[in-house]
């Protein structure tokens, strides 16, 4: 499957070193126009089986998704513009972050990116006074910041304080905007402070259950940040 990666050169640029690791890449810079309508918007992008679109002008984004290729919101413009997208081209999702992305859509190439990339799961190594022996991260964030940030996980205690560390470490190593529209770092630290839990407690209920109430309080926040804004 080949990815092309379109960019206004604000946002996208790590996420093409680390995707182009796992599948062909190309990337391509788009205008940025100053003006909030841009008519005619000319865009010349190669041939390839799915966009991702780092965009942050409308007009340019609506340019990619008439390409009617399959495409990914990078930068998402909220619910309205997804409607709109969605009257020309259907193939669209605008994940809550691109690190909430799963591979259960109903576009295959949307679906093979995110069985690499997207929300993150980990395999772990965990024993039962907390202490995480390793951490190998399976599917995590296009931005790379799964893999940075869970490279300092083996040795730590797992606690409530360690996982809101761990949430800032994510918020550190990633590229989206702080309280953006729909992505956001405060979402992904939380998200994969989640993920991490989730993890843990499939192979030892016991250290799970260390920051069970924790995670109940995470799980609130989630669900109150991303499905009722």
């Not at 062909?24 to 126009?33: G, K, L, S």
């Not at 190669?46 to 998704?65: E, F, K, M, Q, T």
């Not at 997208?85 to 690190?99: Q, W």
Request: glycine residues 6%; contains cysteine; charged residues 25%.
């Amino acid at each position: 499957m080949k990815i092309c990666i379109v960019s206004d050169g604000k946002f996208g640029d790590r996420a093409f070193e680390v995707i182009r690791e796992r599948f062909p890449t190309e990337w391509i810079m788009a205008p940025f126009p100053n003006s909030p309508i841009a008519d005619d918007v000319d865009l010349v992008l190669p041939d390839c089986d799915l966009y991702i679109s780092y965009v942050r002008h409308p007009d340019v984004a609506l340019a990619i998704i008439e390409k009617q290729k399959p495409v990914i919101m990078g930068v998402s413009f909220g619910p309205g513009f997804l409607r709109q997208a969605k009257g020309i081209n259907e193939n669209i999702v605008a994940p809550p972050t691109m690190c909430s992305l799963e591979d259960n859509t109903w576009v295959p190439a949307i679906n093979e990116f995110a069985k690499v990339f997207g929300r993150p799961t980990f395999e772990v190594k965990v024993q039962e006074d907390g202490t995480i022996e390793s951490v190998r991260v399976i599917r995590g964030s296009p931005c790379g910041s799964t893999v940075a940030a869970s490279a300092e996980l083996p040795g730590t205690q797992l606690s409530p304080e360690q996982l809101q560390h761990y949430g800032l470490r994510i918020c550190h190593f990633c590229r989206a905007p702080r309280f953006g529209k729909t992505c956001d770092k405060e979402i992904a630290g939380l998200l994969h402070a989640r993920e991490l839990v989730h993890a843990i407690c499939a192979v030892s209920p016991v250290a799970g259950a260390r920051v069970k109430a924790f995670s109940d309080e995470m799980e609130k926040i989630i669900d109150e940040k991303m499905y009722r804004g």
